[in-house]
């Protein structure tokens, strides 16, 4: 470990930060800090008397970590556990961002998804966010993650970043979480240290100047772009940082981080463009780097035209039982019931030729014969009524559940009903009398044979 630690020490991190080597090394040998952020939409108070990080609202800090996979409201999307490091996010995006405007944001590099359901977070329900993964196999987590967190501003895409480069002045804000080396997160994967080489960290620079490259004119003039690795490598933090700022026409921008959060500020070595490290012996978190630059070049945020709206929006009366139509539309897609915020309508077609969405909207269910066979995205978004016919079920209940299998609602009423937790939503059941059919989703379901009910 020393020698690799110590390469990196030598050749990685800037020699004007003054960091000690001793701290350095030593904290590689503590265990890894647990935190977790809040779901403002769906709120739970088990985490209030812990302390908080204090560059974003809605984090925690945990003292130990449980067992998160047989905690209910984890499953519900209540939380989300997220590294307290690249919860800066939120910070650097309060400064420079007014989320009171109708947005459309890009999560380029979006799985598993922390980013993509912060920035969620932050959004009205009019904005748009681009949740994107190139990896095909990575796309699953992240719908997972997103569908929990139930919020109706946030499609997924799995495209390559030169196609969302075609998408000509789109996006108000696009983050960029580059795949990097991963040498800040040492402590947190065991043996990759031994792993790390200084090959991957070229082969990372490269990767990480072509997603720059292809996608950036899919930013609009005055659009934000976010850099961050999860990396101490002074190749993909500041020699980057001076890299857009050579390659495109951008403005580097300075964040009024507190000096007690103990965030070193450092200055690219050719433009001086600013850079936020992140240290795991100097702060409470992993190692992180994030810049922050706005676009000078290219034109206005282009909104598409609205085509085919009146072929694309369906006439669904029994969805107005679910959820509060309002400033929703309903589209049938291949007989699937989608429910999309009618400001969102215009990128449905605009989109749909250009990138490869995964996700749109919130899916209702199916329709049958009137009757609507109601989806799990359903259960989680945040905008079903609080009226539906519900039962909340035990915490042995509810793993039962969350494992997909039998439970008994005998003083429940018969149809469809909501399971919950805590009066949170965990998902669908359909209540026989004498059975229960459990349509919790094969593939979320809980496997561990470890967790059971006591």
Not at 108 to 128: F, Q, R, V, W
């Amino acid at each position: 470990m020393s020698n690799t630690l110590n390469y990196i020490f030598e050749h990685s991190i800037p020699k004007n930060l003054a960091i000690s080597w001793e701290e350095f090394h030593d904290v590689q040998h503590t265990e890894p800090i647990t935190s977790v952020r809040i779901n403002p939409l769906k709120p739970t108070a088990q985490y209030n008397n812990e302390q908080k990080v204090p560059w974003c609202e809605h984090g925690f800090y945990l003292k130990n970590r449980p067992n998160f996979t047989a905690d209910p409201l984890l499953h519900a999307g209540a939380y989300y556990v997220q590294e307290a490091s690249s919860m800066f996010l939120a910070f650097a995006l309060k400064q420079l961002v007014d989320f009171n405007k109708q947005l459309t944001a890009l999560d380029l590099c979006a799985a598993p998804g922390g980013k993509t359901t912060l920035l969620s977070s932050l959004l009205n329900e009019e904005s748009l966010l681009i949740a994107n993964e190139v990896i095909a196999t990575r796309v699953n987590i992240l719908n997972e993650n997103v569908t929990k967190w139930g919020n109706m501003n946030t499609w997924i895409s799995n495209s390559d970043a030169l196609h969302f480069g075609k998408l000509l002045n789109h996006f108000d804000l696009m983050i960029v979480d580059a795949p990097c080396s991963g040498s800040g997160l040492f402590r947190r994967i065991p043996g990759y240290l031994d792993e790390w080489t200084q090959d991957n960290v070229n082969l990372c620079v490269q990767r990480q100047k072509r997603i720059l490259h292809d996608s950036y004119n899919c930013l609009a003039q005055d659009g934000i772009l976010i850099y961050m690795t999860c990396s101490f490598s002074q190749e993909e933090n500041e020699e980057m940082v001076d890299y857009v700022l050579e390659n495109f026409d951008v403005a580097s921008c300075a964040l009024p981080i507190d000096e007690k959060w103990n965030i070193v500020e450092t200055e690219s070595e050719k433009h001086n463009g600013k850079g936020y490290r992140f240290f795991p012996h100097k702060v409470k978190g992993e190692g992180f780097f994030l810049a922050c630059f706005k676009k000078n070049d290219g034109s206005l945020k282009d909104i598409p035209y609205e085509k085919n709206k009146n072929k694309l929006v369906i006439e669904s009366a029994v969805l107005t039982n679910y959820v509060d139509m309002n400033g929703l539309v309903a589209i049938n897609q291949n007989s699937n019931i989608l429910l999309m915020q009618e400001a969102h309508l215009p990128y449905y077609s605009a989109l749909t030729t250009q990138i490869k969405l995964i996700k749109k909207g919130i899916l209702a269910g199916q329709l049958i014969r009137n009757e609507l066979i109601p989806d799990h995205e359903l259960a989680m978004c945040s905008k079903i009524k609080k009226e539906i016919k519900s039962a909340e079920l035990t915490i042995n209940e509810a793993i039962l559940y969350l494992k997909k299998e039998n439970i008994t609602l005998s003083d429940s009423p018969k149809g469809w009903l909501l399971v919950q937790y805590q009066q949170r939503n965990l998902g669908w059941v359909k209540n026989l009398g004498n059975r229960v059919n459990n349509y919790y989703p094969s593939n979320y379901r809980i496997l561990s044979k470890n967790i059971l009910p006591s």
